[in-house]
């Protein structure tokens, strides 16, 4: 800690910091705007100006750049000094000088970093009378609108876009005093975090395309604490509502998870809330046959359903929220509820969860990973997988060269300083072992591609060589024992270590291999975390739920006389063969589908229930930390769309089964959950309960600024219809309610007077950049124990070995197009790939394959038509193909398979 005097007036603040962001943390308005938490300092845009006294006695002063200006003990500054406030409205006019000054049809108005920083700076008044410098706009692709009229030359985007995310395809071209952002001809933004730059860009340089396309002003937009329901991390997001319709997805800040930033898929994914195939209606009967029915008609229908046949079973989803799950599982019985993934995804959440439980090592926060200074990838594509992990991972490389940079006495904080003395190094400490190529092999100082029986060899090695107490590798060739060594030194070195795997090889080997290492290493005493991906949002909550596998499902329909099945949000046809799906909806007595959005399990059923997506109920997921964390409504109710467990608890009271037809709120359904899994006896903590107030009032969704709802309904009435009421969240459906702010897990959107932007995060945060006040969102479940003895997995795979004339199949995963319902949104559907076969030059030749023809791949006696495409890092023998694609088997992956020469394109 320092002590320094700002106008005179003495403030403990954190040594080692920048005195912009101790002076922001302290509650004090200054304008800035290159500078950004996550990005640090670099001094370029000149609006942070502050007076520094090199004593008490010194009135003449300096005019220095906060942000550039490290704390020093006993330093006296100013930041109302007349000089200051002159010359930073100064500086705002220059940069405001070739500004068109369109906020009335700027989609960035009212939420306007630059607006802000203009009134801040008292610049008020144009005298600039000349022509303007102009430019062309570019096509950016389907998420973001380019308007480079408006930039003020801050360098934010590049330094987020080049420095920050790893991307290449954005740029500054500059000719004299023209700077111009953008690509070098038009084009999709390649990067999976170009959706960022809507947040990042001060101005309204990049905008939300999809935002546009039904476009409202942003104090109009209903807003509620969310999360990301595309991956299985958790991510936080604020929801934006207008007219009934999900508007846009921005970033909300949890310190401990996506921080700042969130990837486009989590940011663009969300239209398949508006889209044409939302089931909005009950409907009953066959498919082609269906008749849409009321709520009372669909239950007395249910009725006749139910009450003949008490052989219900369930099945569950992990797209679903806890509550969901554990309503259904209540209603049919522990016997007879089935758990809505794949065998293979079952058994590798299985495998996951235990280790996770008995592990001695700490599951990682994304906020951790970054602050690794050494990471073991064990065949996990987390660029496709979990995106927002891999931009945790580039960060990492700050930490990796933390000592280099104390050496040179640079600041972490003196980006472009930091980032250029860590070029001095080859490459990071970080090993990826991978079936094929990822986007972050660009910064691994190690790469390993092989099969993943391969990749969990290596892993076992690395944990032999850490600890002779894990199981040796036999017949290890002398290159991969090199290699597991130089793994295991680098680990052994690093201060942080962190070892990353997951369900993407679909392999149990590798999922050990990575307990091993870090088993080791907590063995060894070395401050080890470990991160294990799971495929959706709420995977490891449905786990701790518990239930059978699906298989087991569909052997117990057959043999227990066509019971009635009520499926819970979840295509079945994603999770097990065509075939046996098929046969499993045929021979059921009934199907009870409740679900939010038509597929083929819907097409299947005897009853569609319209399900609530999560920008329309309230509930709970577990993330792939063990975090719990709430989601709220946004979308006021409907009619007929109802939350999963409602409709649940509507089936439950036809059948009179208690205490399910009791719950009357979301509270009690978490309640009795917290207190029948043991896993999730803290769930409530994740977010205060529907009786909390500020002040007695709730917490309002729409801003203050709102200018009213009343011409939503001006065709039925003149007059504001009266606001639906909300009994499961201490929410509001209006602008009335506490202004106060509430605590971290129920804040709606960022606003703080003055501070209309992004920026205005800043006031809800102890420390800029730090945790929020009174914690981050989310209670963790998991914690490792202190005295726990590392146990070592045993069984060491064979060495991969290719077969003759048939090919391992793997899946590869896509950040656009592997998710199910992202999907479903046209910004994701554009840059999602079309089917295809993966092979490596060498196999596509040995049966007279080239790029140019299609394939014919036999698995389990289906055949599919394919495109080839190579790959040279893929190793021989094995085949890849895009997961979650219309038509791809992903759920019988991986398996063995044969291929025959097609027809050339």
């Not at 229908?301 to 989803?317: C, F, K, P, T």
């Amino acid at each position: 800690m320092a002590t320094i005097f700002i106008d005179n007036r003495p403030y403990e603040v954190c040594s080692g910091q920048s005195l912009l962001q101790q002076c922001l943390t302290l509650g004090m308005d200054i304008p800035y705007f290159c500078w950004h938490p996550a990005l640090g300092a670099v001094g370029a845009c000149r609006q942070c100006a502050v007076k520094e006294f090199r004593d008490e006695k010194d009135t003449q002063g300096r005019v220095v750049m906060s942000c550039m200006t490290p704390i020093k003990d006993g330093m006296r500054i100013s930041v109302n000094d007349p000089q200051v406030r002159e010359f930073r409205a100064h500086v705002i006019e220059w940069l405001m000088e070739n500004h068109p000054h369109d906020c009335p049809i700027c989609d960035e108005g009212g939420e306007c970093h630059l607006q802000d920083m203009t009134v801040m700076s008292g610049h008020t008044y144009r005298r600039y009378r000349f022509k303007k410098r102009t430019f062309r706009n570019q096509d950016l692709g389907p998420c973001i609108n380019h308007e480079m009229n408006r930039c003020i030359t801050c360098y934010r985007c590049i330094r987020f876009y080049q420095d920050y995310a790893g991307g290449h395809d954005l740029r500054a071209f500059a000719s004299k005093d023209h700077v111009y952002f953008g690509r070098h001809t038009d084009g999709t933004l390649e990067s999976e975090f170009s959706g960022n730059l809507v947040e990042i860009c001060p101005t309204g340089v990049f905008t939300d395309k999809t935002l546009k396309k039904h476009y409202t002003r942003k104090w109009d937009l209903q807003t509620s604490p969310s999360v990301c329901v595309h991956c299985g991390l958790g991510c936080n997001i604020i929801v934006g509502e207008r007219y009934g319709k999900v508007r846009r997805i921005l970033n909300r800040y949890n310190g401990q998870v996506n921080g700042y930033f969130l990837c486009d898929r989590g940011r663009f994914g969300y239209e398949f809330v508006n889209g044409d195939n939302r089931l909005r209606q009950p409907s009953l009967g066959a498919y082609e046959r269906s008749a849409l029915a009321t709520k009372p008609q669909t239950l007395a229908a249910m009725a006749d359903l139910v009450r003949n046949d008490r052989r219900l079973i369930g099945i569950g989803s992990p797209r679903a929220s806890l509550e969901a799950n554990f309503a259904l599982k209540t209603l049919v019985g522990a016997d007879r509820f089935y758990l809505g993934t794949s065998d293979t995804d079952t058994h590798l959440v299985a495998i996951i969860l235990d280790i996770l439980q008995r592990s001695p090592a700490k599951i990682a926060s994304l906020y951790d990973v970054e602050r690794a200074d050494a990471v073991f990838i064990l065949g996990e594509d987390v660029s496709n997988t979990a995106p927002r992990l891999a931009l945790a991972l580039r960060q990492a490389l700050r930490t990796a060269f933390g000592g280099l940079l104390e050496t040179l006495h640079i600041a972490p904080w003196l980006d472009r300083a930091a980032r250029q003395a860590s070029t001095l190094e080859a490459a990071s400490p970080i090993y990826i072992a991978t079936p094929n190529a990822t986007r972050l092999d660009d910064i691994a100082r190690g790469l390993f591609r092989a099969a993943p029986d391969d990749i969990a060899r290596l892993g076992f090695a690395v944990a032999h060589e850490l600890s002779t107490q894990a199981p040796a590798v036999t017949d290890l060739t002398d290159e991969m024992g090199s290699r597991a060594a130089a793994i295991a030194a680098a680990l052994r070195q690093a201060s942080h270590p962190l070892i990353i795997s997951g369900i993407g090889c679909a392999s149990p080997a590798v999922i050990h291999a990575a307990a091993n290492v870090v088993a080791a290493l907590c063995e060894i005493g070395k401050d080890a975390q470990l991160c294990l991906t799971v495929a959706e949002v709420n995977s490891l909550g449905l786990a701790m739920i518990g239930g059978h596998r699906l298989s087991e499902a569909f052997a117990v329909v057959h043999e227990d006389g066509a019971p009635t099945v009520i499926v819970l949000e979840n295509d079945l046809y994603r999770r097990a063969s065509q075939s046996s799906v098929d046969a499993f909806l045929k021979v059921a007595g009934h199907v009870i589908v409740i679900d939010h959005t038509a597929n083929n399990t819907t097409a299947m059923a005897d009853c569609r229930l319209p399900a609530a997506t999560f920008a329309e109920g309230s509930g709970t997921f577990v993330s792939s930390e063990a975090r719990a964390q709430r989601f709220f409504s946004t979308v006021g109710p409907s009619e007929n769309v109802q939350e999963s467990w409602r409709w649940v608890r509507d089936i439950a009271a036809i059948c009179g089964s208690e205490p399910a037809s009791g719950w009357n709120r979301l509270d009690d359904v978490t309640a009795a959950c917290a207190q029948t899994v043991p896993l999730l006896h803290s769930i409530p903590e994740a977010a205060p309960n529907a009786n909390f107030r500020i002040v007695g009032q709730k917490i309002p969704r729409e801003p203050h600024r709102a200018s009213g709802r009343t011409a939503i309904h001006a065709q039925e009435h003149i007059s504001e219809h009266r606001p639906p009421t909300d009994r499961d969240s201490p929410f509001a459906f209006s602008m009335e309610g506490a202004l106060n702010p509430p605590p971290a897990a129920l804040i709606p959107v960022y606003w703080a007077p003055r501070w209309n932007s992004v920026a205005a995060t800043a006031k809800f945060q102890s420390e800029v950049g730090g945790p929020l006040r009174g914690g981050d969102p989310g209670v963790r479940l998991i914690e490792p124990a202190p005295t726990a003895i590392p146990i070592y997995a045993v069984e060491v795979p064979a060495a991969f070995q290719r077969r003759s004339q048939e090919w391992l199949v793997l899946p590869l995963y896509y950040v656009f197009g592997s998710e199910e319902l992202s999907a479903q949104a046209p910004a994701v559907a554009d840059r999602s790939p079309t089917p295809y076969l993966c092979l490596n030059p060498e196999d596509a030749a040995a049966f007279g394959g080239a790029e140019d023809c299609r394939v014919g791949l036999t698995i389990n006696g289906d055949v599919y038509d394919l495109p080839i495409q190579l790959m040279n890092d893929l190793p021989v023998g094995i085949a890849g193909l895009p997961a979650g694609l219309p038509g791809i088997p992903t759920a019988s992956l991986p398996a063995w398979g044969t291929l025959a020469r097609g027809l050339p394109l």
